[in-house]
């Protein structure tokens, strides 16, 4: 029982690796080039449709290099959104288990076009929302049309999107 609890563990952190991966190459594909970490202020000046002022961007947890060397985690979490925050928070429950929380936009989560429901449509194709798109799709009209897979950037994941009010 215990090399199949074992297997289904590794076999979950494989899923969890292949889907990071494909997310990261999936933004690398589809955004500029820009030099520096998602979540920063620079990064941020960079998007195309701004609409959540640069002062309700909080920067409290962003992780340099220098901050993380040398350190070990029990787990790793990659995502902050709404699972990744409360898996986060009942690993670390356990006081003797270091986990890290790895989320690669910013903290928008107190900004008032992400706390108001009326404003979901500001936040569409902006700074907190990853750009993705469908492949063409033949079935729609006009033919070969893509359709916007919105999904959020920063804490909080695609519920600061407010499209699951």
Known sequence: MKSFVFLLKIWFALRVLKLAFSLI???????????????????REKS??????????????????????????????????????VLARKLSENPRVKVLLIEV??????????STPQKVFDLWRSEVDWHFNSIPQSQL???????????????GGSSLLNYGM
Do not use: W
Request: with cysteine.
């Open 141 to 155: 009209l006009p033919k070969g049309r893509m359709i916007d897979l919105e999904r959020g950037k920063g804490l």
């Open 105 to 114: 936009g910013g903290e928008p989560q107190n900004s008032t076009s992400v």
């Open 25 to 43: 190459r999936g933004y690398l594909s589809q955004t500029k080039k820009i030099k520096g970490h998602p979540g920063t202020k620079a990064h």
């Open 48 to 85: 195309d449709r701004k609409s959540v002022s640069p002062n309700e961007f909080e920067e409290r947890f962003i992780g340099i290099k220098e901050r993380l060397m040398g350190q070990e985690f029990d787990f790793i979490i990659v995502g902050a959104g709404s699972s990744g925050c």
